[in-house]
């Protein structure tokens, strides 16, 4: 997968479980409500609800399987060329997902 992904956590669904955390710190951190949230490239945390951030391309997989396995089918994974979901809840299995 090269092309340019994004990823936002829908907080209300957020089990705080901590899988994603796990799977890429770099990416997702928690905050004091105990809920994971997204961070930028610079490690700056978006505590704004359905924030998005850029997935470092190193990252791409580990934040595909986040989105995978999260227990609370929170994290949605977009292409950012044209918003397509194609990892999370509202992902279609043909959207060409690893």
Not at 66 to 87: F, L, M, Q, T
Request: aromatic content about 6%.
């Amino acid at each position: 997968m090269s092309e340019s992904l994004r990823v936002w956590i829908d907080q209300e669904l957020c089990t705080g479980d901590g899988l994603c955390v796990q799977y890429a710190p770099e990416v997702f951190e928690f905050d004091v409500d105990g809920l994971a949230y997204v961070k930028e490239g610079d490690g700056e945390l978006l505590a704004a609800p359905g924030a998005r951030a850029d997935v470092p391309a190193n990252l791409r997989l580990d934040v595909i399987a986040s989105a995978k396995e999260c227990p609370g089918d929170c994290i949605h994974v977009v292409r950012a060329a044209d918003g397509v979901e194609i990892a999370g809840p509202e992902a279609n299995p043909a959207s060409g997902a690893a």
